[in-house]
């Protein structure tokens, strides 16, 4: 069985500056889906980035990046420029590929309280 | 606003009632999903939905009653629950349910914050 672990339950981070969020996985497949989550505290939760295993190049959206280690499976998640707006739970999320299935699979969650 | 509401926001109900959750979706979406977030553990995924058609059952207890009656409507149906179904019950919807090769975006609802007392 696949799982998601996120082993620091809250960062903060100074306004302007970068913060690095850890997310590990375990599978034994070769073929997944990562995705990173946040949720303000409006409680709406929104994808904010996404990586396809079988790509080797690390996904970018404007100011968020990851670091995707498929060998040491770990799935980071770089914030540039941190915002206010930025402080969030941001969750770490697996979806097999092998199978037709819409399970994600989520970890704890990451507090990110942004400091002005 | 992402297109997903849920209703009511917060529900505080004794362990013999009967309450029922709603969720609606504006996006016309073909797949909706009930999640359930309890502190410090994971999202845990409990139904899928597909062209109101159930698809996935995560082994939920039975005294969580999902229905489905048309693509933009999803209820779950609460009676007789235990003091630890307390948690934030989270609404989702896709465009449809993921292809092999293409997992689309759930779009998620600000959640139903449930205590049962």
């Known amino acids: 069985a696949q799982t998601v672990t996120q082993s620091q339950p809250e960062m903060s981070v100074q306004e302007a500056e970068t913060v690095t969020l850890s997310c590990t996985y375990d599978?034994?497949?070769?073929?997944?889906?990562l995705f990173w989550y946040k949720q303000p505290p409006s409680r709406q939760m929104i994808l904010v980035i996404r990586q396809e295993a079988y790509k080797q190049q690390n996904a970018t959206e404007n100011r968020f990046s990851v670091n995707f280690q498929k060998a040491a499976k770990s799935f980071s998640l770089k914030i540039s420029d941190s915002q206010l707006g930025d402080a969030a739970m941001y969750f770490c999320a697996y979806r097999s590929a092998r199978y037709n299935t819409d399970k994600l699979i989520f970890g704890t969650g990451t507090r990110l309280q942004v400091f002005p | 606003e992402t297109g997903v509401t849920q209703t009511p926001r917060h529900l505080v109900m004794g362990m013999t009632n009967k309450k029922s959750l709603k969720c609606e979706q504006h996006l016309g979406h073909n797949a909706m999903y009930w999640y359930k977030q309890s502190a410090k553990k994971p999202l845990e995924l409990m139904f899928v939905?597909?062209?109101?058609?159930?698809?996935e059952n995560n082994s939920v207890p039975s005294r969580f009653s999902p229905e489905c009656p048309n693509s933009s409507h999803l209820f779950l149906h609460l009676h007789t629950l235990q003091p630890e179904d307390s948690a934030l019950y989270l609404c989702a919807s896709s465009q449809d349910v993921s292809l092999l090769d293409r997992p689309y975006e759930q779009y998620f609802g600000p959640g139903t914050r449930l205590t049962v007392t």
């Open positions: 939905y597909s062209l109101e058609e159930r698809v």
């Open positions: 599978t034994s497949e070769s073929d997944y889906y």
